[in-house]
């Protein structure tokens, strides 16, 4: 058994599926409203398929699908149309699948007759539950694992598989139906132009306990708690009004997908996390999570502090080579699967070199934006923990940089956002060999030092400021001597086991832009580079350059496109003043969500704009998914030139908002315990409403902020 994390693999399944999610359950179908056997479809609920069939049939004939209205990311309607009735040449039995996903499965069936003489009709559902853990569904290694067992009685059907001392199960209840192994029956008389309907009740169980179902049915559906949060989550959250339709759209879609991510642990239900993707990974990612929080956190920064304050109850507290996990550090992943505990020895998986100085960015930025002070000050310890962990297990071998290199052969060979098994290799194609320094992770490592020291002055410890500026410092100088490669014109993307440069040329380098390590005098060519047509698709920038040897527009992450991954250089780039570069490239990743109806997938491929009219979809990219849906609404802060400092009382605006964009308005966005409003209008002049007592607007960056840091 292989490691237990993803790693750049492809999805078993095509892609024209529909994805229902909500919480810790999603339903992945034919478009039609079945779930086949023998594909990765199935009805999920926390990492183990609890439905792996799920089929109807009208007196034994398929239903010929008509169409899809997907009403909200848990909730879809399939329409179908049922074979022509006997001595009839048309179809008069519309079919309707109302479906609503979460804690399990709601269906309800409708049978509309749209003929003169009642529709006698006999209605099966086939079912089967595997039980199969998410990993296995995903790489396509299924198979029968335990004991399983059926009851069925009036109206209800049990399912359930018993394995290594764990307990799955699904109950269905359908009132109206005849249950027997493996499927529900129902007769109806469906009277002329009349309707008839029957509800379907599917609720996960394990060690014998039954989740109580999210949408029961003497509920109205829109009182039903996922209902209920998404209206609060829409209601509660900042509003934005903008002249280009195209780009409203796609906030829209943004706001919904990351209100669908939010998964709510059952032992601190008021403690939202946003989960890295759907379907696959339906689940709190240390980086994913964290970056997907740095981008919304204006959004909602309860979900900011949420996940900040979750990662940091699993912060690591001992050594352990199979999790990897290590005193201070923040975990890559958690999961609920049985056989992610197999595999491992404990749900949480540690193999990520860059989730813990993330971690630390959060806190800072959660600092900068106000959030919860008192919060954020109870997880001062985390921080220093995990800074400890940088210094400590980071670097083991004492140069100043931190590195990974697996544990065991059943971890992550890559540590880094580039985690595919061929993600870090040299300008010539050959894969670098650990322990690896990435460069990017040098960057989160020198502003995780910069936050540590904004947090330590607002707690009035100076000394403790100093002292974590005086570490980015020499962590900044050290990174441009050694990490800067004359002969190329550009950084290293990584340093290898022997200290030799990794010398390709990558997307890693916006990064290093973003955090504000790389000097100032370099930054021109860094910025010149990221936009040349080697590395500026016209959709974004690509993860490696057209001229390196191991470069392919349709790899995972040498050649391709991660709208996450050009949001960040495009904040990198406005950072150092490169404005009118850092706009090329928003409006690339923008006018690709506008091709994608308004969604961001994971990743696109890394074709040239010029090559093909329209992007060209990675065949297995999640959708929605967290980074992703987050870089529209960090792209229009960066278009804003929009920072918040609340401790330093400052508010920057500088917008360089293109003008087919037109007017824009936002409302209601929190800074502190406020709520402001900004209004750019057409000529560029901005208004503010709203600012906080003794905050000012100015388009100068705070301090704290600037791409060097002042002296002492």
């Known amino acids: 058994m292989g490691g237990w994390t993803f790693a750049g693999e492809a999805t078993q399944g ?7 999610i909500e919480g810790s359950s999603f339903c992945l179908s034919e478009r039609g409203g079945d779930l086949a056997p023998g594909t990765p479809q199935g009805l999920f609920h926390r990492d183990t398929r609890i439905l792996s069939v799920w089929q109807l049939r009208l007196d034994d004939e398929e239903v010929d699908p008509l169409s899809v209205i ?5 909730r879809a309607l399939f329409l179908g149309r049922a074979r022509p009735r006997p001595g009839q040449s048309e179809a008069t039995v519309l079919v309707e699948r109302h479906r609503f996903v979460g804690a399990g499965m709601r269906e309800d069936l409708v049978l509309r007759n749209l003929g003169n003489e009642a529709a006698a009709c006999v209605l099966t559902l086939r079912v089967e539950a595997d039980f199969a853990d998410l990993f296995e569904v995903k790489e396509g290694r299924v198979r029968p694992r335990g004991q399983y067992g059926v009851d069925y009685g009036d109206g209800v059907l049990a399912l359930s598989r018993q394995w290594r001392g764990e307990s799955r199960g699904v109950r269905i209840v359908a009132e109206d139906a005849i249950c027997s192994p493996g499927q529900l029956t129902f007769r ?12 379907v ?3 996960p169980v394990k060690d014998g306990v039954e989740t109580p179902t999210s949408f029961p049915l003497e509920r109205p559906v829109e009182q039903a708690g996922p209902s209920v949060r998404t209206t609060e989550w829409r209601a509660s959250g900042p509003r934005v009004t903008v002249g280009d339709e195209s780009l409203a759209l796609t906030l829209r879609r943004s706001c919904q997908d990351l209100g669908a991510l939010r998964i709510f642990d059952p032992v601190r239900p008021d403690t939202p996390v946003v989960a890295a993707g759907a379907p696959w990974f339906m689940a709190l990612f240390g980086r994913d999570s964290i970056l997907t929080a740095l ?4 959004l909602d920064p309860g979900l900011a502090l949420g996940t900040a304050q979750t990662l940091a109850r ?3 507290t001992r050594t352990d080579p199979v999790t990897e996990e290590e005193p201070g550090k923040i975990p890559h992943e958690l999961r609920f699967g049985v056989e992610a505990s197999l595999a491992l020895g404990g749900t949480v998986y540690y193999g990520t070199v860059d989730a813990t100085p993330l971690f630390v960015m959060l806190l800072g930025e959660l600092c ?20 400890e962990w940088v210094e400590k297990y980071g670097d083991r071998d004492g140069d100043g940089f931190v590195e990974y290199q697996r544990s065991t052969d059943r971890g992550l060979a890559n540590q880094g956002w580039k985690d595919s098994w061929d993600g870090v290799n040299g300008a ?4 670098a060999e650990p322990p690896i320094a990435l460069a990017e992770v040098q960057g989160y490592v020198y502003a995780a030092y910069r936050a540590r020291a904004l947090l330590a002055e607002h707690t009035g410890d100076t000394e403790g400021a100093a002292r974590w500026q005086e570490r980015a410092r020499q962590l900044k100088r050290r990174f441009n001597e050694r990490f800067w490669l004359p002969g190329r014109g550009w950084y290293a993307e990584a340093l290898d086991g022997e200290k030799n440069p990794v010398d390709s040329l990558a997307s890693n380098l916006g990064h290093c832009l973003w955090t504000g390590i790389i000097d100032t005098d370099r930054a021109e060519t860094v910025a010149e580079l990221l936009l040349s047509p080697e590395m500026f698709s016209g959709w974004g920038v690509r993860t490696l350059a057209t001229t390196m040897a191991a470069y392919n527009p349709m790899s995972y992450h040498n050649g391709s496109v991660w709208p996450h991954d050009s949001g960040i250089v495009a904040a990198g780039l406005m950072r150092y003043g490169f404005t009118g570069h850092a706009r090329r490239v928003a409006e690339a990743v923008l006018d690709a969500a506008t091709a994608f109806g308004g969604r961001l997938p994971e990743l696109l491929c890394g074709f040239d704009r010029a090559e093909y009219a329209q992007p060209v979809p990675y065949p297995a990219a999640c959708s929605p998914q967290a980074w992703a849906s987050a870089t529209p609404l960090y792209l229009l802060r960066v278009l804003l030139g929009a920072e918040v400092c609340v401790p330093h009382g400052r508010i920057r605006l500088a917008p360089a908002l293109p003008a087919r964009f037109g007017p824009l308005r936002l409302t209601d966005v929190p800074v502190g315990a406020a709520r402001v409003g900004v209004t750019v209008t057409e000529d560029g002049d901005v208004q503010v409403t709203g600012l906080p007592t003794g905050m000012e607007v100015t388009q100068e960056p705070c301090a704290c902020t600037a791409s060097f840091p002042p002296s002492p």
């Open 70 to 74: 997907a009403q909200e990311p848990y």
């Open 428 to 431: 010539d194609g050959r894969i």
């Open 314 to 316: 699993h912060q690591g």
């Open 201 to 203: 009740l599917v609720t």
């Open 368 to 387: 900068r934006w106000g959030v919860d002070p008192d919060a954020v000050r109870e997880l001062l310890p985390h921080a220093d923990r995990a800074l």
């Open 188 to 199: 109806a008389v469906v009277p002329p132009r009349g309707t008839w309907r029957a509800s």
């Open 295 to 298: 981008m919304a956190l204006p």
């Open 14 to 20: 095509g892609g024209d599926s529909v994805t229902l």
